[in-house]
């Protein structure tokens, strides 16, 4: 197994990252070669360490196979074939073998609702990218039972979500192959993902808001792949316009180091978020110029190999940056990480083609601050130039189908916000005490959450709890939870969502208003609650090896990092007091996290208002914005010298003025 060597950086084609194509192949080629110590005879199963998943090792092992199996396919194809001698023959032996019912690791059979079915979709591709070097050259008895293999998902079961589109490549993949399948199963799933299109480039994940990378990485790669692979103009229309929308918002989810904003499931995948970037070239269907492509591909690749990815032994572990086990679903084994192949689908591209030779064209978010309205996952995304960072407010995406009512809500998917530099705290992790009161003395005990005293944390509201999240919590320490979101407007820099929850004293309802300025999130609150029932509002959870420093004043309270990130709330109406949480092992960033929050002690029982700041950056902290508030009208002042009044009505409305009052926006 050798280590990664990369070429040296070329700041002449590339500015801003130094990556050029030689950089993506160095990368591709250290993740083939260092999991061959772990195939099986005949390289039919790839038995890499990991905790297993709930399919088992059996199924593990294919997952192994098929997805480095993508990774080849690209650089063999993209190379039009001329690759180590080597490579195209551990992929043709463990075809041949794992196709062999009587070979010792054989592949399972396609079952309904089975993983195997999965993986499939990643053999069928792959087998078309190679053809010419691969299946071509198999023996007609061996091109036999690969068919009789893939042809087993013929008149399966699947999930009604992303799943329906393996079925589509599979199939036409045995179509170009003279084997078995059905046409009308191929147009049924291309039908059905017709049901989950919300217009503006989104898919969500099957019915329901479910809204996250698979958006890119399955719903627009896997229909444009078919229409590439089957020839049909049309369809390869339609969905190229759609990836041109989406790209044009997408662009703009990686921070200028190139670190991806850390929301949703399957983050395993990590790098994979490049994919669409790469497809919309494939296709022709991009609106970005080549170059700039290649500058946020470039960058995503490249901040996770300067962070550890592949780890020391050249592999893709269950993890962000090292191994994190909370991060993962229990689908997840030690293969899974390997759909992070699809972030080299642009090596099917040709050397000479623009997005390898122009150079590099910055990011958006390289040039000035963004701020980006992404109304149908109910999005609002604030990135700022100074410190690099990207944020996004969440007023939409809950995942709602699948989120079970009684359990505790998916906090890759329920939190208010989510950022390129922060995840959310994960595992029931042990907590260390708390930062509150006056001057960020320690309080309360064992990562209790809230109070200063540590009583408002209830008995799921350890530190795991707290970020992200506007909770009423009740006497006896009852945490409301915002399982499902209402989402109720999305517009200019302000967006809007409510949740309903029953705690034993009466129901709770929570509308929440965002209104994003520069770095800085002020989050507008209606909370209907229980007469003595705390409100307590948490900011981002930030993490690192070692312990942040968190400090804390009546009404603010803040960490920071080691390398100067910090993260800031403020209490600017309605609070009464502010501490940090932390906990250990709990965040994909790191050890160590910290949650700033504030805390309203007392609710005056029926509906009241509450304002906070939330802060994440890298630079200095502004001043915090004035605010007013009469009724259900919210007036702020905002530090860069717009206005922005916010009424509370059952649509909330947000007007900006610009500049002292002459430009309402």
Same mark, same amino acid.
């Given at each position: ?11 002449? $084609? ?12 160095? @990368? ?235 929301? #949703? ?74 759909? +992070?192949?699809?972030?080299?689908? %642009?090596?099917? $591209? ?94 309360? %005990? ?68 965002? @209104?994003?300025?520069? +770095? ?17 509002? #948490? ?13 804390? %004043? ?45 805390? +309203? ?65």
């Amino acid at each position: 197994m050798s280590s990664l060597r990369l070429p040296p950086a070329d700041t002449a $084609l590339s500015a801003v990252t130094g990556w050029t194509r030689a950089h993506w192949e160095a @990368v591709a080629d250290h993740l083939l070669e260092s999991v061959v110590p772990y195939a099986t005879d005949d390289f039919a199963q790839y038995r890499l360490p990991g905790r297993e998943s709930r399919s088992g090792p059996v199924s593990d092992g294919l997952e192994g196979y098929a997805r480095t199996f993508l990774l080849a396919a690209f650089r063999i194809a993209g190379a039009g074939g001329a690759v180590p001698p080597a490579l195209l023959e551990r992929y043709a032996r463990g075809l041949v073998a794992g196709t062999d019912p009587a070979h010792p690791y054989a592949w399972p059979p396609l079952t309904d609702m089975s993983q195997p079915l999965v993986e499939a979709a990643s053999i069928a591709l792959a087998l078309h990218e190679t053809r010419p070097w691969l299946y071509d050259r198999l023996s007609p008895a061996e091109q036999e039972r690969v068919v009789a293999w893939l042809a087993g998902f013929v008149g399966r079961r699947t999930p009604d979500n992303n799943w329906v589109l393996f079925r589509v490549v599979v199939e036409q993949f045995l179509a170009e192959v003279g084997g078995p399948y059905k046409a009308d199963e191929i147009t049924g799933g291309l039908e059905r993902i017709e049901d989950w299109y919300v217009g503006d480039g989104w898919y969500s994940d099957g019915a329901g808001k479910n809204f996250d990378y698979y958006a890119g990485w399955a719903l627009h790669l896997y229909p444009l792949l078919w229409a590439r692979m089957a020839g049909d103009a049309a369809r390869l229309e339609r969905y190229g316009e759609r990836l041109r929308a989406f790209l044009g918002q997408y662009q703009h989810l990686f921070a200028a180091d190139g670190g991806p904003v850390h929301q #949703g499931r399957s983050l395993i995948y990590r790098f994979a978020t490049v994919a669409p970037l790469w497809l919309g070239a494939l296709t022709g269907s991009s609106p970005l110029p080549p170059g700039r492509t290649r500058r946020i591909a470039g960058g995503v690749l490249r901040h996770f190999v300067e962070r550890g990815v592949p780890d020391e032994r050249g592999l893709l572990t269950l993890g962000w940056y090292d191994t994190f086990l909370p991060v993962t679903q229990s689908y997840s084994g030690p293969g899974s990480p390997y759909w +992070a192949s699809k972030a080299f689908l %642009g090596l099917l $591209l040709p050397p000479e083609h623009p997005v390898w030779t122009d150079a590099e064209v910055p990011a958006p978010i390289d040039l000035a601050d963004q701020a980006v309205t992404m109304r149908p996952p109910g999005w609002l995304l604030h990135a700022t130039r100074e410190d690099g960072v990207v944020r996004l407010v969440n007023h939409g995406s809950d995942r709602d189908r699948i989120q079970d009512p009684s359990g505790v809500p998916d906090p890759h998917y329920l939190k208010l916000a989510y950022t390129s530099h922060t995840g959310p705290n994960l595992a029931e992790a042990v907590g260390e005490g708390e930062v509150g009161g006056n001057e960020g003395e320690v309080a309360g %005990g064992e990562g209790a959450g809230a109070g200063i005293e540590g009583k408002a944390a209830g008995a799921e509201g350890q530190a795991v709890g707290v970020d992200g999240e506007v909770v009423v919590v009740a006497p006896d320490g009852a945490v409301s939870r915002r399982r499902r979101i209402e989402p109720l407007t999305t517009g200019d820099r302000f967006a809007a969502s409510a949740y309903r929850d029953d705690l034993p004293a009466g129901p709770v309802h929570v509308v929440t208003v965002s @209104v994003v300025d520069g +770095a800085a999130e002020v989050r507008i609150h209606r909370v209907t609650a229980p007469a003595g029932h705390q409100v307590r509002d #948490g900011g981002h959870a930030i993490a690192g090896q070692a312990p942040p420093t968190a400090r804390g %004043g009546e009404l603010w309270a803040s960490a920071r990092r080691a390398d100067g990130l910090v993260s800031v709330v403020r209490g600017l109406h309605g609070y009464t007091t502010a501490g940090v949480a932390t906990a250990t092992g709990a965040n994909a960033f790191g050890r160590h996290s910290a949650t700033p929050y504030v805390l +309203a002690d007392a609710h005056p029982g029926g509906t009241a208002v509450y304002v906070s700041l939330v802060l994440l950056t890298g630079a200095a902290e502004g001043p915090p914005p004035e605010v007013r508030v009469d009724g259900d009208q919210v007036t702020l002042d905002l530090p860069g010298g717009d206005t922005a009044t916010v009424r509370l009505t059952e649509t909330p409305t947000c007007v900006r003025v610009t500049g002292g009052g002459k430009n309402p926006t």
